[in-house]
């Protein structure tokens, strides 16, 4: 199976503290990897190094066989960890940005999942609730036919009929031409869509591995081996 | 849907069609639901169905037709010893957490027939 993503032997210094150290990792296309550690671990340093936002002190990534850059930007779609969008902006707005911005936006996909979030075209991102935002921008990032869908902790602060809808909206947009990677300290809700997990603590690989495997070597959910692993 | 014990989710979602099919929830010869219908109704990666329907299959308990989808066997046979080893399962553990309450195997009987003269 071919590696859509590929990390070898990276590190990342702010100073002289270490936010990552040696991480190897590699995805396959029709993954979902879960990179899974409390706040302060590595997470959205490893992610912000992927979008090329970040440059690493050692070490290199290849995306789509190529290192972060105007290629990688282009067949990435990413989902921050907060709103990415003016609050000024109705959904309209949005929709038409993204048309603009990104050649491989599916407007009838988008219209498909806006519907399944039940949110109208005529909302005001400012008018709009923590889970009404995090849906908007979910459904946005869904709609574009990317290779790689990064996700940095898209439940994180939603109630449970907003998280329940965003854990849909991924389960149907799964596609078996491209990879997800999705951050979260929130296991329990989420640990079901993975294929893979890496367990990054202190900004390094603790443990990582096919999610599945893991349960039927360690005979406990992945929730509970975080909590023996960060508890 | 959360998942509890220590065994791989694919193993579990292989118990919950069992059980579908004993109870008679899904019938024999009926098509099962389709793996993304099934990931969206038990949030969990396609994936993870489709290893679960494999093993159903391995297990002879569904049969799948090219570009039509997975069904439930219609051979009775193999239907009987699904519900026979399911009982067995049910049986024994049932066993095992009254001889935790102390009890031994003879005494099982016993117990049993009071409760159900009394539910009379």
Known sequence: MENIVEIRGLTKRYDRKEALRSIELSIEKRKVVGILGPNGSGKTTLIKLLMGLLHPNKGEIKIDGESPGIHTKSVISYLPDRNSLYSWMTVKDALQMYQDFYQ???????????????????????????????????????????????????????????????????????????????????????????????????????LSGEAESLREEKNMQIDDLYKEIFG | MNFDSGLPIYMQIVDIIKTRIVTGI?????????????????????NTIQRSYGELEREKIVFTQRGMGTFVTEEKSILDGLKDTMAREKVTSFMEDMERLGYSRADIPGIIEKIIVEGK
Do not use: C
């Open chain 1, 104 to 206: 491989d936006f599916d407007g009838k996909k988008a219209e498909d999942l806006l519907q399944f979030m039940k949110l109208e075209r005529t909302m005001r991102v400012s008018d709009m609730s923590k889970g009404m935002k995090e849906k908007l921008n979910l459904a946005l990032v869904l709609s574009r036919r990317a290779k790689v869908y990064i996700l940095d902790e898209p439940i994180a602060g939603v109630d449970p009929v907003a998280r329940d809808q965003i854990l849909d909206a991924i389960i149907d947009n799964y596609k078996e031409d491209s990879a997800m990677i999705i951050t979260t300290h929130l296991v329990r809700d989420m640990e079901n869509i993975f294929d893979q997990v890496v367990f990054l603590g202190d900004g390094e690989i603790i």
């Open chain 2, 26 to 46: 899904l019938k024999n010869g009926e098509k099962l639901p389709s793996v993304r219908d099934l990931a969206t109704e038990l949030k969990v990666n396609p």
